[in-house]
Nanobody, 127 residues
Framework: VQLQASGGGLVQTGGSLRLSCATS????????IGWFRQAPGKEREAVAC????????YYSDSARGRFTISSEAAKSTAYLQMNWLKPEDTAVYYC?????????????????????WGKGTLVTVSS
């Protein structure tokens, strides 16, 4: 099983980035995908979750209206489009997968029951 997050980098305030999470080794359509982030000195938080073929999605308060989570089943890849970036968005961003069963959205939001994690990609937003 592999999840590879990419697309991070340095961007100015107000800029945009699109993160990608390329996956392999598990049934992408049977899983939910979450994007999480961890800033220095802070706890990890869920940014967005998607059920892939389930229409339900979650966005944190800070992400709602600026970030969009999506997926492309043919490529087993999930994305996080981030617009209007702010310095407080600076963090290492991770993608993770969870077998989609009853309660998956709550589990994704908590981040404690994800089945697979990828290595992170650093996003730095300069002021």
């Amino acid at each position: 099983v592999q999840l590879q997050a990419s697309g991070g980098g340095l961007v100015q305030t107000g800029g945009s980035l699109r993160l990608s999470c390329a996956t392999s080794g598990f049934a992408f359509n049977d899983h939910a995908i979450g994007w999480f982030r961890q800033a220095p000195g802070k706890e990890r938080e869920a940014v967005a979750c998607t059920g892939v073929i389930d229409a339900s999605t979650y966005y944190s308060d800070s992400a709602r209206g600026r970030f969009t989570i999506s997926s492309e089943a043919a490529k087993s890849t999930a994305y996080l489009q981030m617009n209007w970036l702010k310095p407080e968005d600076t963090a290492v961003y991770y993608c993770a997968a969870l077998f989609r069963q009853r309660g998956w959205l709550r589990q994704c939001i908590s981040g404690n029951a994800m089945d697979y994690w990828g290595k992170g990609t650093l996003v730095t937003v300069s002021s």
